[in-house]
């Protein structure tokens, strides 16, 4: 699976669109990328997940780059209960493959 | 409901005993996993399996073990021989068969070695 990488922290103000950066420069043509998150002392979250096109659905949206080497993920009215640490995944989505989480970015939201 | 249970959701032991973790699925999902979390810290994989009576090593698998002898079950046994027990330990299930599958967690077990 290919690797990511995220900055380790951002800060956003309560109500305001949340970006959160991803790269993935080394992701192969069958691997989707996907975003989990996790609220503190909780088993992580399922957000959303894509493959080539931009993908939305009722807690997120997810925009990849044509070349597919980034992706963003955005909370577009972001709350206090959105504060977690966000994890960003590439994997090929059949077959037997490890599902391996880097370091995430901790996301604050701020009142 | 249909979920992942993890139990206990905390859990004591002194050390040089050895202590098994319960996961438990009724999704019908092939693949099972299992994480450890430190404070602070992302997931790190420690043992999975995508079929009944057949596992992999994860990154970090010395002084665990585990079983798959069941689809709905995948215990992990924390052993005398793991140096630094006490963590924060997630199971997570997913299908391996679709297109595109998400994984489901379940809500951990704080293990304390004291």
């Known amino acids: 699976d290919a690797k990511t990488t995220q900055p380790p922290s951002m800060d956003c103000a309560e109500g305001r669109a949340a970006n959160l950066p991803c790269n993935h420069s080394?992701?192969?043509?069958?691997?989707?990328v996907y975003w989990y998150r996790q609220i503190h002392s909780q088993g992580p979250q399922y957000i959303i997940h894509g493959l080539k096109n931009n993908e939305t659905n009722e807690m997120a949206s997810l925009i990849i780059t044509e070349d597919r080497k980034s992706s963003t993920l955005i909370l577009p009215h972001a709350t206090l209960r959105d504060t977690a640490v966000y994890y960003c995944i590439v994997r090929v989505a059949k077959g037997a493959q490890k599902l391996v989480f880097g370091q995430g970015t901790r996301l604050t939201i701020n009142p | 409901d249909g979920g992942i249970t993890q139990s206990p959701k905390y859990l004591f032991r002194k050390e040089g005993q050895n202590v098994t973790l319960s996961c438990e699925q009724n999704?019908?999902?092939?693949?099972m996993y299992w994480y450890r979390q430190d404070p602070g810290q992302g997931l790190r994989l420690i043992y999975y399996s995508h079929i009944v009576n057949d596992f992999q090593k994860g990154d970090i698998a010395e002084g665990y073990s585990v079983s798959r002898e069941k689809k709905e079950s995948f215990p992990l046994t924390v052993t005398s021989a793991q140096k630094n027990p006490t963590a924060f330990y997630l199971c997570?299930?997913?299908?391996?068969?679709?297109?595109?599958?998400?994984?489901?967690f379940g809500q951990g077990t704080r293990l304390t070695v004291v």
């Open positions: 997570a299930s997913s299908i391996t068969s679709q297109g595109s599958d998400e994984a489901f």
């Open positions: 999704l019908n999902h092939d693949a």
């Open positions: 080394t992701i192969s043509g069958n691997e989707y």
